[in-house]
């Protein structure tokens, strides 16, 4: 489409991307099976990706600028039982296993709860130490990306207050600062929170209005911005400690076909940094998720959109809701039970889980209803791991029809349901369980007091 100067159509018309101005392409089947055979053939083969330049690895103006005394770096250490793998260029990402502290999600804790539940669930099955505290923010991506008002130092400012608390957070018992590494829940703050760190290491500019934003917080180390050596997403942990997450495996796979849905803001955003294996579909594709699943020993099944965004889109969902909805069904979730007769959609974000989940009601008000099971990597970990489907999984939350997969897994969702209901009559009778020890919730601030370093034999 030509356009002028001002993003406007030929003949002058606005072009936001919303409102009438949308309009069918027109395209025949064959013209509309040739543009997704171009991405198939390209992408597939992640040419549009490798086949250029070399892209600067930001790390590198990292480890100069800590040279140069300007920053500290927060890094991977030993203790951290770190594991390294490869990122799409080849190069090498360290992941921490243990001592890890959780940067929640707001998205996740409000719509999906069981997707940290079936994560700290697997942690304390593997016996992996972690913090889990409540003196951390929103990463406020959603502002940024869904309105287009948030300012660049905020974010950064936010990213960095963040991981400094996590570099903190072990005063609390007691440790030494950089006990615990951040592990961020959330693609959105994940993609955000990498994306920032790459404008604030090539700007001295936006370093020196951080610094003096964080130094007023409270927030800096020896006068020093505080940056993360890496900035690791949950699927990532998951990713290498798949085999040791199928060695607590209960239930049988075999028999469960799974499609995977790759998100966006993890591996399309500073894509350079995502995880490729080429034991994993010839590592042609992102392999976290996928290669959980096949560990776990499912059929992941491929299908031709698998490259889609989910449609959230964060301002689809807000100005153009119903493109959201049928984008969701039509081009994802419809794709992938017609296709590829799934009996899952994977995927390992908070918005993605959401769409995908929550607006297949909108293919049975159409009249062309279309219903899939849709979860978390670490929800379906968990599930095939033992984990309580509605106390832990808390598939009770989904709108998509979870007890058809556990049917097929041989889950007897009816007994289980029974006991989540009394379970309930505990709770309301304030006979309450936790997956984690309350007393290191509050590690400053209003009602906190310090504590002695707590012993595994004194926090059950």
């Known amino acids: 489409m030509a356009t002028d100067d001002r993003m406007g159509t030929n003949d002058g018309e606005k072009f936001t991307g919303h409102g009438p101005e949308w309009k069918d392409a027109g395209l025949s089947a064959d013209e509309a099976r040739t543009a997704t055979a171009w991405v198939e053939q390209r992408v597939d083969?992640?040419?549009?990706?490798?086949?250029?330049?070399?892209v600067e690895d930001v790390r590198d103006i990292m480890w100069q600028l800590e040279k140069d005394g300007e920053i500290v770096v927060h890094r991977v250490a030993d203790s951290h039982d770190p594991v390294t793998v490869k990122t799409l260029y080849g190069w090498d990402?360290?992941?921490?296993?243990?001592?890890?502290?959780?940067?929640?999600s707001c998205g996740q804790c409000g719509n999906i709860p069981g997707y940290p539940t079936s994560l700290l669930w697997l942690m304390n099955k593997m016996d992996i130490e972690y913090l889990?505290?409540?003196?951390?923010?929103?990463c406020t991506a959603w502002n940024y990306h869904g309105s287009g008002i948030g300012n660049l130092e905020s974010l950064v400012a936010v990213f960095l207050r963040n991981f400094h608390q996590a570099y903190v957070s072990s005063r609390a018992q007691g440790l030494p600062d950089g006990h615990f590494y951040p592990l961020v829940h959330c693609g959105t703050s994940f993609g955000n929170y990498k994306e920032v760190r790459g404008y604030l290491l090539r700007s001295p500019e936006l370093r020196a209005r951080v610094t003096e934003i964080l130094g007023k917080l409270g927030r800096l180390v020896d006068g020093k911005l505080l940056v993360p050596e890496e900035i690791?997403?949950?699927?990532?942990?998951?990713?290498?400690m798949r085999n040791a997450i199928a060695n607590h495996q209960e239930f049988d796979c075999a028999d469960v076909r799974a499609?995977?849905?790759?998100?966006?803001?993890v591996y399309k955003m500073v894509p350079e940094d995502a995880i490729y294996d080429d034991e994993i579909l010839d590592g042609n594709r992102l392999a976290v998720s996928t290669g959980l699943m096949e560990s776990l020993g499912c059929q992941v099944i491929d299908y031709s959109t698998w490259y889609d965004c989910c449609g959230f889109g964060f301002r689809h969902i807000i100005a153009e809701r119903e493109f959201t909805r049928s984008f969701a069904i039509d081009r994802k979730v419809r794709v992938a039970v017609e296709e590829a007769r799934a009996d899952i959609m994977v995927g390992?974000?908070?918005?993605?889980?959401t769409t995908l989940d929550k607006n297949q009601w909108i293919s049975q008000a159409a009249g062309k209803e279309v219903a899939l099971p849709i979860l978390a990597d670490c929800q379906f970990a968990a599930l095939v791991c033992g984990a309580h489907p509605y106390?832990?999984?808390?598939?009770?939350?989904?709108?998509?029809?979870?007890?058809?997969l556990m049917e097929k897994l041989g889950i007897d969702w009816r007994a289980k349901k029974a006991e989540f209901e009394a379970y309930l009559k505990d709770i309301e009778a304030g006979r309450q369980e936790t997956l984690y020890d309350p007393r290191l919730m509050i590690t400053s601030g209003?009602?906190?007091?310090?504590?002695?370093?707590?012993?595994?034999?004194?926090?059950q």
């Not at 390992?348 to 889980?353: N, V």
């Open 45 to 54: 083969k992640r040419s549009m990706l490798t086949n250029k330049d070399r």
């Open 93 to 104: 990402k360290t992941i921490p296993t243990r001592r890890l502290w959780h940067h929640k």
């Open 132 to 138: 889990d505290e409540t003196d951390q923010t929103s």
């Open 232 to 240: 690791v997403h949950y699927s990532e942990w998951v990713h290498v």
């Open 259 to 265: 499609t995977i849905h790759p998100a966006c803001h």
């Open 348 to 353: 390992h974000d908070t918005g993605c889980i």
């Open 391 to 404: 106390k832990i999984v808390q598939s009770h939350w989904h709108a998509s029809p979870v007890e058809t």
């Open 446 to 459: 209003p009602g906190f007091k310090p504590i002695e370093r707590i012993e595994k034999s004194d926090a």
